[in-house]
């Protein structure tokens, strides 16, 4: 990820390494806020840091073993280059942090999700050894006078509109993890969003663990349809939504999204599955039913609406008949975009106890079966869009080739989706240029900037 360009101090040298989801990297964003403030300098390679953070996530196994293989990997610098001081924070520092502080002698510091705060004071400290455990409970909640730096690019920004998640979903460590729904006033909201805006940021992406369950616990219940309209007020270029939970969405809010011109017209909302059976093993509240008429109905009144999703395959009971089923909604549906999950045993969640566990090579054929069937259905999308023009975000030079500008359509969510290369044609890095599309990939597609620039 981008990091601000500074200076190396010799005494003041960080490195962070941020794994996981947007909401961890823009704790992470808040973390070099206020270690800058302290005088901090964050450099690109971590050979030339003499702090070393890891930025940890645990909310799959996979995810989880990504983090530990990295922080071991970067306690080498301790062992061979500059760095004195190696802290893990985030989710596995949450959820394990008094095993890991056993068997991780090499870590100096061990922090929770909540007790990023407390770093700059650690490092401060000359007995490192004092106190290597900090974890409390999942209380933090950010405000617009938080520092926080933008390391998503220049162009675009997350706003973490709440904390927490009160669903209960059975498969799912995070509530344990980051505590319960805590949301951020509207008007604490706009301040943050405005000073994006006076930056540069063209494109503002609201998340947080269950987006559409913004305002429930607030006074008063503000609805995330009144936090939207709002912030619409403003003139960012695009306003995309993601980690919609799907609940019951009122005609207003849909007219809204139909409507407003810079509410991007893609919705993120996972659905985790479509066998009724595992629904309700999920503890996602709601049907199958529910979700094709909800889907049906969003595509009907948003034209052009791109939909993204996330799926589980190998839940525990799942059998061929459900995981069919799966398949056919996903070529009913067929959401511009997928994600889809082997599904992770997690101690201490609900589905951890339950029987009937599909066996690993299953669950890997299923996954690799499921994707390849979403990739059809992806480039049959791209494929609509070959010789259209499209409003482009230009990002910069491509990492393939210098020849190439490269940057995203409206349907396009940073880091997630695919890409628009841009190879003929003028075109300025941080513009929205209209980008006529003459060749689609798999995920990707290629065009030609046109000279009219978009508004």
Known sequence: MPLPKHTPSPDKTL????????????????????????????????????????NTCAFIGPAKEESVDKILELAQHKKQGRCETLVVLGCLAQRYGEVLAKEMPEVDYFLGTSSATQLAPLLAQKDKRQERLHVREPLFLQNAQTPRVNTLSPYSAYLKIAE?????????????????????????????????????VKELILVAQDTTAYGMDLPGKPKL????????????????LLYAYPRVLTPSFVRLMADTPNIARYMDMPTQHASDTLLRAMRRGRDSAFLKTMLAELREAIPNLVLRTSVIVGFPGESEEDFQTLLRFIEEIRFERLGAFVYSDEEGTASFLLPNKVPSKTKNQRHKKL????QR?????????????????????????????VGRHEGQAPEIDGLVYINDGEAKVGDICPVRIGQAFEYDLLGCAQRERAP
């Open 15 to 54: 490195f962070l390494c941020t794994l996981g989801c947007p909401k961890n990297q823009v704790d992470s964003e808040i973390l070099l806020g206020s270690l800058q403030s302290e005088g901090w300098h964050f450099v690109r390679n971590a050979e030339q840091a003499r702090v070393i953070l890891v």
């Open 371 to 374: 994707m390849l069937a979403q």
């Open 225 to 240: 349809e009144t936090l939207l309209a709002q912030l619409s007020q403003l003139p960012f270029a695009w306003i995309r």
């Open 377 to 405: 259905i992806h480039k049959t999308h791209n494929q609509q869009l070959v010789g259209q023009t499209l409003p482009v975000l230009v990002e910069g030079r491509s990492e393939e080739s210098e020849h190439l500008l």
């Open 164 to 200: 927490g998640c009160d669903n209960a979903c059975s498969f799912c460590i995070i509530p344990k993890l980051r505590g319960p729904l805590r949301s951020r006033s509207i008007a604490d909201l706009l301040g943050e969003a405005e000073r994006l805006l006076n930056e540069g």
